[in-house]
């Protein structure tokens, strides 16, 4: 049975199928809800390639009892993801790739001030404060331990059948201050490419070096400079070289965790279509904000 709140997307509980009619959706499309339910009313192998950045652990609160990101253990956080996933895998044509933006924590104990665990971030305090900053029992973490979370869910994901290809470092240009004295501050990420099977579609001449060379795996990028409202967006470049390498004009570009819908955007503007999947009623209106502003100006482009 589906689900029953999906906007704008197309579905009415009159049709035949079980599944969403894909090819009758827009160019863009936001579907309203948890991705763990909106997946199903996909068909499979319909989507060339997946570009996202799930929440990271414990650190944002998207206001929402169905979000990820807010388990008591981060365990359970990489089970979820996993669990996510093979949906996305199920929906991914055979030479489909999923491009996975994670990023780390730490393991925090104690402290009540305005700076280390309970610091207020943006408008919303760390979920960890809601946990009374116990140190998670698990892995043998430690007050103040690195996670380590991008590997262990590229772990999960590579022993749940997924192969791993590439580890890509995005080195930002602007870095988060941290106000820390006994270790650097973090200023990466990472990106993970990972292919549904063992050939796979990467279109190489998609973006290369200046000089012409293979692409290499750091790339240097800073925040987009228009504010579009939401606290984790990644920039625009980031979606933009993930969707030329991974897919063609046409194809069908899928982000589950959509937030401002930044890889939408990035695919209409380069010719492919977007599923995009929002659980926060605000940023799917900002994601509807955003895909219409681009579909007028591609609109007026063409007409120009
Ligand atoms: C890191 S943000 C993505 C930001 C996005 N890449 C951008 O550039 O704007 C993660 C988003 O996932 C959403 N989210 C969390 N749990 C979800 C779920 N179960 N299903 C769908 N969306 C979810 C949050 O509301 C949040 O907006």
Not at 37 to 53: F, K, N
Request: proline share 6%; charged share 25%.
């Amino acid at each position: 049975m589906l689900p029953t709140d999906y906007r704008d997307c197309g579905y009415n509980d009159n049709m035949q199928s079980d599944f969403l009619a894909v090819e009758d959706l827009p160019e863009y499309s936001v579907l309203t809800g948890d991705s763990m339910r909106v997946l199903p009313s996909l068909p499979a192998e319909c989507i060339q390639s997946c570009i996202t950045s799930p929440p990271y652990w414990g650190l944002r609160d998207y206001a929402h009892p169905d979000q990820i990101g807010a388990e008591l253990s981060p365990a359970d956080y990489v089970n979820n993801l996993v669990a996510l996933f093979q949906e996305v895998r199920r929906v991914l044509r055979d030479d489909g790739t999923l491009w996975l933006n994670v990023g780390d924590g730490y393991a925090r104990n104690g402290g009540t001030g305005r700076h280390g665990p309970n610091a207020i971030v943006g408008n919303t305090k760390k979920l960890i404060q809601k946990r009374n900053c116990k140190v998670p029992d698990v892995w043998g973490l430690k007050d103040r331990d690195l996670m380590g979370l991008p590997w262990r869910v590229a772990f999960a994901l590579q022993e749940d059948g997924w192969y791993l290809r590439s580890r890509i470092t995005w080195v930002k240009k602007t870095p988060m201050p941290e106000s820390v004295s006994n270790r650097p501050t973090t200023s990466t990420e990472e990106i993970f490419l990972f292919a549904k099977n063992q050939k796979y579609f990467y279109d190489r001449d998609g973006f290369r070096e200046p000089t012409g060379a293979n692409l290499r795996n750091f790339w240097t990028l800073g925040p987009d400079s228009n504010s579009n409202g939401h606290p984790a967006a990644y920039p625009r470049e980031l979606a933009r070289r993930c969707i030329l390498l991974g897919s063609k004009a046409g194809d069908l570009i899928l982000d589950p965790f959509a937030g401002s819908g930044t890889t939408g955007i990035a695919a209409n503007e380069l010719g492919r279509r977007a599923i995009l999947i929002e659980l926060n009623e605000d940023y799917v209106r900002s994601c509807r904000t955003r895909g219409e502003k681009v579909q007028r100006d591609l609109y007026s482009r063409q007409t120009a």
